[in-house]
């Protein structure tokens, strides 16, 4: 069973930057486009960014292209999102998925990260 | 503002049917598949269909999706009062060059 585990998320001030981390198991990660998807508190839910099973592409959402890097090692079995300039509005749960375009079969317990003064 | 818009909320009796539409365009929904999931508070997403009415193999053949041109539904017969929670559409938007949500269907079972 294919298993997803975020962590990283924290509270930081606007301006800052944060790393998250995506450990996987329980299937060959190196097989597999993976995703970040994010939640704001009681908002729904946003697509942040994917990245191609080789880390060859990547597609990310307008509002947080070139302040959020996607990357992967598929030798560690982990996916990341290096987060900077981070905003207010960057508040919120974020999830790694596995898949690509909406195909994401599963889904970590999230991360929460939160960007306040 | 989402790109993809659903109903803020729906209802409906134990055992009824219920179903919950998303409203697209062409460069989304009316050009590539869509998603739908589920939601319970606290709680990841689940993927209840995919490829618009292709069933993941562990969920019930109550839920269905379909499609029309530029919009989606989701359809969940046989209402029982575990399937309240928030149902999301997801479709890949080609212009966007991103995945686009829908705004989510809260769900009550009366």
């Known amino acids: 069973e294919a298993q997803l585990g975020e962590s990283g998320g924290g509270s930081v001030r606007p301006g800052g930057s944060l790393r998250l981390s995506c450990s996987a198991s329980?299937?060959?990660?190196?097989?597999?486009?993976m995703t970040w998807v994010r939640q704001a508190p009681g908002k729904g839910l946003e697509w942040v960014a994917n990245?191609?099973?080789?880390?060859?592409?990547?597609n990310y959402a307008e509002s947080v292209r070139g302040r959020f890097t996607i990357s992967r090692d598929n030798a560690k079995n982990s996916l990341y999102l290096e987060m900077t300039d981070l905003r207010a509005a960057d508040t919120a749960t974020y999830y790694c998925?596995?898949?690509?375009?909406?195909?994401?079969?599963?889904w970590g317990q999230g991360t929460l990260v939160t960007v306040s003064s | 503002q989402s790109v993809l818009t659903q109903p803020p909320s729906v209802s409906a009796a134990p055992g009824q049917k219920v179903t919950i539409s998303c409203s697209g365009s062409?460069?989304?929904?009316?050009?590539?598949?869509v998603a739908w999931f589920q939601q319970f508070p606290g709680i990841a997403p689940k993927l209840l269909i995919y490829?618009?009415?292709k069933r993941p193999s562990e969920i019930p053949d109550r839920f269905s999706g379909s499609d029309s041109g530029t919009s989606a539904t989701l359809a969940i017969s046989g209402l029982q009062t575990g399937d309240e929670a928030d149902y999301y559409c997801?479709?890949?938007?080609?212009?966007?060059?991103?995945?686009?949500f829908g705004g989510g269907t809260k769900l009550t079972v009366l």
């Open positions: 998925a596995r898949g690509n375009h909406v195909w994401l079969f599963y």
């Open positions: 329980g299937f060959m990660f190196s097989s597999y486009w």
């Open positions: 990245i191609k099973q080789d880390g060859t592409e990547e």
């Open positions: 062409t460069s989304n929904i009316g050009n590539n598949s």
């Open positions: 490829d618009t009415h």
């Open positions: 997801g479709a890949w938007d080609s212009s966007l060059r991103g995945v686009v």
